[in-house]
């Protein structure tokens, strides 16, 4: 009995360095890579491309497998329910006319809704002139605070919709790696965060309404809770 005793008080002293030590350095290489990859991937040179973490993880969801297919997203409208959109973000240039198709939408689509758009009724005197903005983003207004402003360049809100927008149907742009699963895809923003935050439940509702009203094929909400 002795004897075990010695053993016990030798081995748990000893397991319990072992655990300590093997957590320990864990956490440290841990540490030391994320360290790395920050300074790896955002610590660039005057004349490099800053590139984001996840830039390679279209190939994970199988993007390029589907643009061998042929689907690029071309004639697709996509509504990015969201804070708003870079409008001036050289990922969100016009398309060009060779990748538009007769499903793409234009000014005319959105002159033909817009009577029974809600943002019409929130806004005196809007026309398609106004909401219209590029073979890219055919359709812009933002549902908090009323108004034709979709950028985040007056509150904190945060570039969120841009990120979002990006990951559906960034054009590809030549020196860069960054593009959408979707790149030929039109954009509708329909921004419900605003300077003074959002996300109202009557802003997303009028949102999502004007959105099916313009015939989005496909409709982004990455909200929260």
């Given at each position: 009995?002795?004897?075990r005793g010695k053993i016990i008080k030798v081995f748990v002293p000893f397991i319990c360095f072992l655990t300590f030590g093997y957590y320990f350095i864990s956490k440290s290489t841990s540490i030391f890579i994320i360290l790395y990859r920050q300074i790896r991937y955002n610590v660039c040179k005057p004349d490099e491309v800053a590139l984001p973490h996840t830039i390679h993880d279209g190939v994970t969801i199988g993007r390029e497998s589907t643009w061998g297919k042929g689907y690029t997203g071309e004639g697709m409208?996509?509504?990015i329910i969201d804070t708003g959109l870079d409008i001036?973000?050289?990922?969100?240039a016009p398309l060009s006319e060779d990748k538009l198709t007769d499903t793409s939408a234009d000014k005319s689509t959105v002159a033909a809704v817009l009577d029974s758009l809600n943002a019409t009724s929130r806004f005196e005197g809007l026309?398609?002139?106004d909401l219209y903005y590029n073979t890219k983003?055919?359709?812009g207004f933002n549902y908090c605070d009323d108004n034709l402003n979709i950028t985040h360049d007056f509150d904190n809100m945060g570039p969120h919709g841009t990120?979002?927008?990006?990951?559906?149907?960034a054009n590809k742009v030549d020196g860069s790696e960054v593009v959408g699963v979707a790149p030929d895809a039109q954009l509708?923003?329909?921004?419900v965060f605003g300077e003074d935050g959002g996300a109202y439940p009557d802003d997303i509702l009028a949102a999502l309404e004007d959105a099916l009203k313009l015939g989005a094929d496909?409709?982004?909400m990455s909200l929260g809770t």
């Open positions: 009995v002795k004897q409208k996509i509504a001036d973000h050289q990922n969100f026309t398609a002139d983003v055919v359709y990120h979002v927008a990006g990951i559906a149907a509708y923003v329909l921004r496909v409709i982004n």
